[in-house]
């Protein structure tokens, strides 16, 4: 098992190993005590990983039970966020218990942001079984649901009190939600890293190790700039495309697939302000390709612009992009809107 410290004021560590859902609870039991925990899942990985991670609660004799909501983006919303809430409040969950995130990114954002919210601010757990939660989401304390005006805009900082991955339920994604992990992991390669780019290009042959060095780049960024004001921001790389590309395609691309346009289209902006060589779209490009992800889309310019205006990267009337240089170097960039 490989452990990465994510060093901000109430340090947490991040468990990557094999077959860790079945040490869940007891780990749980050793960092918090007897207490009781409310785990939260989609009913598809309910009916894949509930049962083993129960059975680990109840071996490590912590009494546990469960809200279970429909798979998929439609439910970040305030709805599924109350419901939450709401079942917390039916249960008896107490400051002292636990809440648990069991899932990829949609439970964790939705768990993380309940778990803030019960009784202003219980402990959370995450317990990622995508890629992309295991890279990205389930780190750092980004918790959040979407309004109808845009993704992500009701949310708060919540950072986990512990994250355990276990590598082995990637086994079960759909290839296209294994991609959408990748589109996170080679950006961290065009920000921080060129061999891990190129890596993920070639195809990742240790994954246990490729989530690790993502955790721990990640984690950098994090430590040094928790609440997202200066260097954290180059973790959206893509993302002003990509928030955009969701909304406006009904969130029919996943979070994972947008952000592959939107690091081709940064990479492309950054090209036309002579930041970059033109070329390193296309060496892009490739790496996003071989992982059969998209790298285009049918919507309009204007269409994309118009869905940037409610995003949370906006600052009066600029916008934050963040531009590559080169392959492990991106720069951060505001650009009046009008000049876009
Ligand atoms: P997701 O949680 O919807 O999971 C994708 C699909 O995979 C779902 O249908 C889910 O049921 C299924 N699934 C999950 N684990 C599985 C498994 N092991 N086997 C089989 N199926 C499985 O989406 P995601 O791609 O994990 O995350 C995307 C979300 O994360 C977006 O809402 C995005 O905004 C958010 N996000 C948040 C942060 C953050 O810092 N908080 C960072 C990146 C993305
Ligand atoms: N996913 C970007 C961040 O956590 O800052």
């Not at 129960?54 to 709805?79: I, Q, R, T, W």
């Not at 592959?260 to 930041?275: D, F, H, P, R």
């Amino acid at each position: 098992m490989k452990t990465v410290h994510i060093d901000v004021s109430n340090g947490y560590d991040v468990l990557i190993g094999r077959g860790l859902l079945d040490s869940a609870g007891e780990k749980c039991v050793s960092l918090f005590g007897k207490c009781r925990a409310m785990i939260v899942a989609d009913d598809t990985v309910a009916n894949l990983y509930l049962e083993r991670v129960l059975k680990s609660f109840e071996n490590a004799g912590m009494p546990a039970f469960v809200f279970v909501f429909p798979a998929g983006e439609a439910s970040k919303n305030k709805d599924t966020l109350f419901e939450i809430l709401e079942s917390a409040a039916e249960n008896g969950l107490c400051r002292n218990d636990i809440m648990v995130a069991l899932g990829g990114g949609v439970a964790g954002d939705l768990a993380g942001l309940a778990s803030a919210l019960w009784q202003r601010g219980i402990k959370l757990v995450q317990l990622p079984t995508t890629l992309l939660a295991a890279v990205d989401s389930s780190v750092g304390g980004k918790t959040a649901v979407d309004l109808e005006n845009g993704k992500n805009l009701a949310g708060v900082f919540h950072q986990p009190s512990l994250v355990i991955c276990d590598v082995e339920t990637f086994k079960t994604l759909p290839a296209e939600v294994f991609a959408c992990g990748m589109a996170e992991v080679i950006k961290y390669g065009v920000l921080f890293d060129k061999e891990l780019f190129e890596e993920a290009g070639n195809g990742i042959s240790d994954i246990e190790s490729t989530v690790e060095k993502c955790v721990m780049l990640k984690g950098r960024c994090v430590a040094e700039d928790e609440f997202d004001f200066g260097s954290r921001r180059l973790l959206n790389l893509g993302h002003t495309f990509a928030h955009s590309i969701e909304k406006i395609s009904e969130y029919k691309f996943a979070h994972g697939e947008a952000v592959a346009i939107g690091m081709v289209m940064a990479a492309e902006l950054s090209a036309k302000m002579n930041i970059c060589d033109p070329s390193l779209a296309d060496e892009i490009r490739e790496a996003l390709i071989k992982n059969d992800l998209p790298v285009s889309c049918s919507f309009s310019f204007e269409e994309i612009k118009s869905g940037m205006v409610n995003d949370k990267k906006r600052n009066g009337d600029k916008i934050a992009f963040i531009l590559p240089e080169r392959i492990g170097k991106c720069v951060i960039e505001n650009i009046k809107s009008s000049e876009i």
